[in-house]
């Protein structure tokens, strides 16, 4: 506005401004750079590979981060209004032309350096011989079945599903296989073993996340949805689920718990014991 | 006094309405609509930020007693019932229609030299209807078991199955769904006038290369709004009914909820829904933000005296960034059980869809380089779009790369991405717009000093309640949760979640000096007696302020100049109007 | 529709004052001097190839569904379509002659033929949804409603869609009649044109889906 002088061009405001987005640049970066909240150490190769692929996709952002938001402080304070003329230039095709191949190059690279570890998770299956373990999802716990000794699934049927009288799942007892079937709250598996998951939902779309293993996956009813993983550091990481399913979404939790082989076989012969 | 009787040799000019109906409420001019779709937003854009205010005081104190809520606490199914609320009215009520609606409305027919819009009863009805959806979609709180609970993307089975899977899933989701579909028609008639209005009221003169990058926003918005709003529609439709004819499309067979089998559906896809709502949900996004990117260049133009850099490229990255707007829905579904195939051909579309994003932000701060620039508010704001931007973006590279995506899909990184794009960088857009327009659309000024108040503690508030959701999204924070008690590793962060809510309190409270400003200028504020206070270029600093009905009193502008000629050489003024006669121009 | 006769003024009068009503022959876009400008004719194609786009885009939405959904489906099953489906398609192409048959008259200014075949154009439209409704009954009947099956779903519901949009087109044949036109701001004629582009497409649309329903069975 032309009647008010002072601030059109105002020392105090250029500072102001460059000062906030300055010190908001390096708080953050700060943040991130000092790992203050970060990803839980991975259990797996492949999450050690996502990890170095977070580290590029940091390394890159970080810099047009810090660029951009300083390029923006300093032009605010430099070309602040002291009663300069504006120098006239309606652009530049060169530097157009440089800045747009180099993000091409940049954001296109970076996605495609991302296609290995897409790969390795989702266009390859399982081995066979993993350990197959069947995630069903469904307002608002988690279960998973475990083949048995026999190494076969036994037969589910919607109609059988009763959580009040421990079957969770719907086993259907006139299958011979359903019997050494292991049904569990909680997901258990040895250590340096690939481990296949069959995840499928009952009721509504869940989601089965474990931050350690770098993997999620949506549990969508009427699909079966795999995935795969070897895990290498025993202990126990928490699963969440991360697709909104309805009032109890917030709970929807469990646990994956990561042995040592031997002490997976020993809960492996528990599991069965308690079963016949 | 419907036949116009020609009035011999001198101009007659078209009546203007008269009666407080015709004039404020059934209005066709293209003003009143503009300024009614602004005060709808201005209305839902408090309730939104009240829902959200109540979401935040729950997630920071789980246990806090609110005597608002029966029995003093909030439940988890309404903390879900006022955040499904909460995006969807910031998003189609406030997000969808003030930029577009409002300011396009107001401002698109004037900057290109036109009287109204093509269809200015078409215009009324594409508000009224609008209002119709909002009334709708607030009717869903009041109905038994109240608002819906399945967020604004209400992915079914969750939305489809009934009150049987959760409370606020009967009556309250089918009303939502039909406020929904009414917003399509709205838009949809909208959308029709704004692009009819571009393409064929331009006055002489006014080229497409000389349009300003505000009507370019308008005009790509609108062709985004016009492809994708049928498909939602579509999408609502098939959704009602699965809901209520029984019909099976996105729900499968075989379903227990709760031990009760579910025979009466089977079949369907649940990724069908997602299909369809993120084939429109993707270009609404850019729906939200491109209007707030032309006001962006406008006003950085304008306040630094210099041209817009590269106003070419930003034309293209313009309609770079609306025509690959509907090539990458996909990147919402990567883990969605989609094939992973399809998955990364979605991802590379996507990060190319970064580029003309970033030849934006390079020309913006190409056009401060080298200016003069001038600190009021409306430049506040819109330099401050341009850090929200740049912020809000890059978030974007890591959610575009399916392998990073495992981790922070549903996350609350997701949601640092997308509110601080859409929850403030637009929002930034449209303040930035106000600020501006105010003393044309009104005839007074904003009070600048509470403006710039209101400016620094929006600015440094936001920031202080996005920035850290990175981090709680980093930390595996998953998103839609109403409490962060279900395991160590939540309870871990729940230190961060109280930062943001009262950095979230503050921010809201903030909002009410806006609020205090706006009223009170419009009742007292200084008067604006000059067209043009900003010496801008636009064909609305043409006309007085506020503009006679039918905009240029019945003489149709000519436009010789593009739209950004600050600091020409050679010329006496930092700046030439459009409309100026070229042997008018002062030398210098 | 806005009920008074000011406002059927103002739904084509985009406030432009003054000037003669429009020569019977040609139309406006023709300066009346110094009032405000006249929406010009060619804005209404503009806008009618936009709404085009728009139902094609639903259309297409719905027609990307079915394929989606057939593909999924163990649960498919056939929906035999009804025959009387073949005659009303030909009473919609009828049409569709018809209407240019009307708009011919109605450039020669033979009033009273363009009146006569454009009340045939209705005539065949209407006996159109009216077959169609047939067709429902008899789908009906033999025990395929809407929610029988997927394949079924889709057949009332494209069918639906289309005979909807197409009431619309009714609507505005019956508009092109008995609206005063020598009050508005665009001619009877280029309201007669706009109408029958309007009418070729839901001819052409009925004939797509017609085809997908039938390949789709």
């Given at each position: 506005m032309l009647s008010r002088r002072p601030e059109r061009g105002s020392t105090t405001v250029a500072l102001s401004f460059a000062v906030f987005l300055i010190l908001m640049t390096v708080v953050t970066v700060y943040i991130f750079w000092a790992k203050i909240w970060w990803f839980p150490p991975a259990i797996t190769d492949f999450g050690h590979e996502i990890d170095a692929q977070y580290a590029r996709t940091f390394l890159i952002t970080g810099i047009v981060f810090v660029a951009a938001q300083f390029g923006l402080a300093w032009a605010i304070f430099k070309f602040r209004d002291q009663g300069q003329k504006a120098t006239y230039f309606e652009g530049n095709n060169t530097m157009e032309i440089v800045w747009t191949l180099a993000t091409v190059v940049l954001f296109v690279g970076l996605g495609l350096y991302a296609r290995n570890a897409w790969a390795e998770v989702h266009f390859i299956g399982a081995a066979p011989g993993a350990l197959q373990v069947e995630v069903t999802g469904q307002q608002f716990v988690w279960n998973f079945r475990y083949a048995g000794p026999d190494g076969k699934f036994g037969r589910e049927k919607p109609e059988l599903v009763s959580a009040s009288t421990g079957n969770p799942v719907g086993?259907?007892?006139?299958?011979?296989?359903?019997?050494d079937d292991i049904v569990s709250p909680v997901i258990v598996v040895p250590a340096n073993r690939e481990v296949e998951l069959i995840i499928r939902s009952q009721d509504v779309t869940h989601s089965f996340y474990v931050r350690e293993l770098r993997l999620k996956q949506d549990a969508v009813p009427g699909m079966e949805i795999h995935m795969h993983f070897t895990a290498t550091t025993p202990g126990d990481y928490e699963i969440a689920c991360a697709e909104l399913c309805g009032l109890g979404h917030y709970r929807m939790h469990s646990m994956l718990t990561v042995m040592n082989e031997p002490d997976f076989e020993k809960w492996e012969k528990d599991q069965e014991a308690a079963n016949q | 006094m419907v036949t116009h009787e020609d009035g011999g040799g001198h101009a007659h000019q078209h009546q203007p309405p008269s009666g407080f109906i015709r004039k404020y409420v059934f209005s066709i001019d293209h003003k009143v609509i503009g300024i009614q779709y602004l005060m709808l937003a201005l209305f839902s854009v408090f309730v939104g930020m009240a829902l959200s205010l109540l979401m935040r005081l729950h997630l920071a104190w789980p246990t806090a007693h609110f005597s608002i809520f029966k029995g003093g606490q909030m439940t988890p199914e309404q903390y879900l019932a006022l955040m499904t609320m909460h995006g969807t009215i910031m998003v189609f009520m406030v997000l969808t229609t003030a930029p577009q609606s409002g300011f396009g409305n107001y401002f698109l027919p004037i900057q290109i030299g036109?009287?109204?819009?093509?269809?200015p009863v078409l215009n009324m009805m594409s508000f009224w209807t609008t209002f119709l959806s909002l009334v709708v979609m607030i009717c869903a709180f009041f109905v038994s078991g109240g608002a819906p609970i399945g967020g604004w993307t209400s992915y079914p089975p969750l939305s489809a199955l009934g009150e049987i899977v959760g409370p606020g899933q009967g009556g309250g989701e089918t009303l939502w769904i039909i406020g929904l579909a009414i917003f399509c028609g709205a838009s949809l008639m909208g959308a029709l006038n704004f692009i009819t209005t571009l393409i064929d009221l331009r006055a002489k003169g006014m080229t497409l290369g000389r349009l300003p990058l505000t009507c370019w926003t308008w005009f790509v918005t609108a062709i985004l709004g016009l492809l994708a709003f049928g498909v939602l529609l579509a999408a609502c439709i098939l959704l009602l009914l699965d809901r209520?004819?029984?019909?099976s499309f996105f729900i499968p067979g075989g379903l227990v909820v709760t031990d009760q089998v579910i025979t009466w559906h089977k079949g369907g896809s649940p990724l069908l829904w997602q299909h369809l709502f993120w084939f429109f949900g993707h270009p609404e996004v850019y729906i939200a933000i491109l209007p707030g990117m032309g006001v962006a260049s406008h006003l950085l133009s304008t306040f630094s005296r210099k041209p817009v850099f590269g106003y070419r490229a930003m034309v293209g990255a313009v309609c770079g960034i609306g025509f690959l707007g509907f090539c990458v829905w996909g990147h919402h579904m990567?883990?969605?059980?989609?094939s992973p195939y399809s998955a990364f051909a979605f991802s590379i579309l996507t990060m190319t869809i970064g580029v003309p994003s970033a030849i934006k932000t390079f020309n913006w701060l190409g056009t401060l380089w080298g200016g003069k620039i001038q600190f009021n508010c409306a430049m506040l704001f819109a330099l401050g779009f341009v850090s929200l931007f740049v912020s809000g973006g890059l978030s974007g590279l890591f959610l575009a790369q399916p392998a990073l995506d495992l981790y922070l899909h549903d996350g609350y990184f997701v949601v640092a991405h997308f509110h601080l794009i859409m929850g403030v960088a637009a929002i930034f857009g449209m303040f930035a717009g106000l600020y501006f327009w105010f003393p044309k659309m009104f005839g007074k000024f904003m009070n600048e000093g509470i403006g710039k108040l209101h400016f620094w503690l929006t600015f440094i508030g936001v920031y202080a309640i996005f920035m850290p959701m990175h981090f709680l999204g980093l930390a595996g924070n998953p998103r839609r949760?109403?409490?962060?008690?279900?395991?160590p590793f939540l309870q871990a962060l729940q230190p961060v979640h109280v930062f943001i809510s009262i950095a979230a309190f503050i921010t809201i409270a903030a909002q009410l000096i806006f609020l205090f400003n706006f009223i009170w200028s419009l009742m007292?504020?200084?008067?604006?007696?000059?067209?043009n206070p900003w010496h801008a270029t636009t064909l609305e600093w043409s006309i007085p302020s506020p503009p006679p009905f039918d905009n240029f009193a019945g003489v149709e502008p000519v436009v010789y100049h593009g739209p950004y000629e600050f600091s020409v050489p050679g010329a006496a003024d930092d700046y030439i109007p459009q409309h100026l006669a070229p042997n008018l121009v002062r030398k210098a | 529709m806005p009920g008074t006769i000011v406002d059927d003024v103002e739904l084509i009068d985009a406030g432009h004052g003054g000037g003669t009503p429009p020569p019977a022959g040609g139309d406006d876009d023709g300066d009346s001097s110094g009032s405000r400008r006249p929406v010009p004719r060619r804005a209404y194609f503009t806008a009618l190839q936009l709404g085009l786009a728009a139902i094609v885009m639903f259309f297409m939405a719905l027609a990307s569904s079915y394929i989606v959904r057939k593909g999924l489906g163990l649960d498919w099953q056939s929906t035999p379509l009804p025959r009387v489906l073949w005659f009303n398609t030909a009473i919609l192409l009828a049409s569709s002659v018809t209407i240019v048959v009307a708009r011919r008259r109605l450039e020669g200014g033979e009033r009273e033929a363009f009146q006569s075949w454009w009340w045939v154009t209705t005539g065949l439209g209407l006996l159109f949804l009216a077959g169609q409704i047939i067709a429902w009954r008899q789908l009906a009947a033999a025990g395929m409603l809407l929610a029988t099956n997927p394949s079924s779903s889709f057949f009332y519901l494209l069918t639906a869609a289309h005979g909807a949009h197409l009431a619309g087109g009714i609507f505005a044949l019956f508009y092109v009649l008995f609206r005063p036109w020598s009050r508005s701001r665009i001619s009877q004629r280029t309201a007669a044109e706009l109408t029958s582009i309007y009418w070729h497409f839901m001819d052409g649309l009925w004939i797509f889906l017609f085809a997908l329903l039938t390949l789709g069975r």
């Open positions: 086993l259907d007892p006139a299958d011979p296989a359903s019997k | 036109a009287a109204d819009m093509a269809f209520l004819a029984g019909t990567f883990i969605s059980g989609m949760y109403s409490e962060m008690t279900a395991g007292a504020g200084k008067e604006a007696k000059e067209e | -």
